[in-house]
């Protein structure tokens, strides 16, 4: 997995090429290493990402963001129409980066 460090996030990349391992990887990880955390998941390399394969990782991000912290995954090849209202995917970095900016404030103001 390669990590990079920003002032407040993370982004998490897969080195493999196992969609399914670094899901279950991260679920395993994320309350250990990066509880406390915002997270940005780069899924950009999975230009084919489906549905299924995204729902792998549902459990990790709702047990992370009911800690009052972010979690954003990153990819733009799957349907924006088909994507659990739970789950927060945006097609780039940047825009994983101002959806944290915006929960952030969110959390501040107190909603």
Do not use: C
Request: proline residues 4%; aromatic residues 10%.
């Amino acid at each position: 997995m390669k990590i990079t460090n920003h002032d407040n996030y993370v982004i998490l990349a897969d080195e493999q090429d196992d969609i399914s391992d670094f899901a279950s990887f991260l679920e395993y990880q994320i309350p250990k290493k990066f509880k406390g955390q915002n997270v940005v998941v780069d899924l950009l390399k999975y230009d084919s990402l489906q549905l299924e394969e995204l729902l792998e990782f549902l459990k990790v991000s709702n047990i992370h963001r009911k800690t009052k912290h972010s979690f954003v995954f990153v990819n733009n090849a799957i349907n924006p129409d088909v994507i659990p209202m739970e789950m927060t995917v945006v097609p780039t970095l940047r825009e994983a980066e101002d959806i944290i900016e915006m929960e952030e404030i969110e959390r501040d103001l107190g909603f």
